[in-house]
T-cell receptor, first 114, second 110 residues
């Protein structure tokens, strides 16, 4: 158990809908990262927040957005969902914001878009 | 564009044997991570390699990094069934982006 929690574990929704995934980092960690894992694209970095501010952006679609709240939990919002958005979404956390910080991954949210 | 290539992608080996998984990448980086993922589970951090020549060992696994060759290796010694999993390498970029390889699915047979 990494100490990173994610809810919900599973989410089934329809195309065109909007969902919100939630992540709570390990106690004391200030950075949160979001990743998408799919059969087509493999593991992809989406976005990073540090202490409430966006720090890095990867292959995140414009339909997706994220934020980190004052209590350091983060939410990933996915809108206008398409079949291809079906994937495992992982959140990870680290203490610092820099490039040398080890990341600890949560259990993931499995999103199925029908 | 940065490419991270792992090979092999699939590896079936007998218990007790040794093998090496390779991770090649196409850009300058001095930060290389190895992760393990069991089916349906999350990623578990195995090694963080932060400099040229770094070598780390944990049990039957040993990882190394050659930044000049842009190559990292994960060596498995005397494999046991519990090592069956998918292993990912990931390359860290200066903008905090991290790019993963496609993963190596390892099956250790008795």
């Amino acid at each position: 158990d990494s100490g990173v929690t994610q809810t919900p574990k599973h989410l089934i929704t329809a195309t065109g809908q909007r969902v919100t995934l939630r992540c709570s980092p390990r106690s004391g960690d200030l950075s949160v990262y979001w990743y998408q894992q799919s059969l087509d694209q493999g593991l992809q970095f989406l976005i990073q927040y540090y202490n409430g501010e966006e720090r890095a952006k990867g292959n995140i679609l414009e339909r997706f957005s994220a934020q980190q709240f004052p209590d350091l939990h983060s939410e990933l919002n996915l809108s206008s969902l398409e079949l291809g958005d079906s994937a495992l979404y992982f959140c990870a956390s680290s203490f610092g914001q820099g490039i040398y910080n080890e990341q600890f991954f949560g259990p993931g949210t499995r999103l199925t878009v029908l | 564009e940065l490419k991270v290539e792992q090979n092999p992608l699939f590896l079936s080996m007998q218990e007790g044997k040794n093998y090496t998984i390779y991770c090649n990448y196409s850009t300058t980086s001095d930060r290389l991570y190895w992760y393990r993922q069991d089916p349906g589970k999350s990623l578990e951090s195995l090694f963080v390699l932060l400099s040229n020549g770094a070598v780390k060992q944990e049990g039957r696994l040993m990882a190394s990094l050659d930044t000049k060759a842009r190559l990292s290796t994960l060596h498995i010694t005397a494999a046991v069934h519990d090592l069956s999993a998918t292993y990912f390498c990931a390359v860290g970029l200066n903008n905090n982006d991290m790019r993963f390889g496609a993963g190596t699915r390892l099956t250790v047979k008795p």
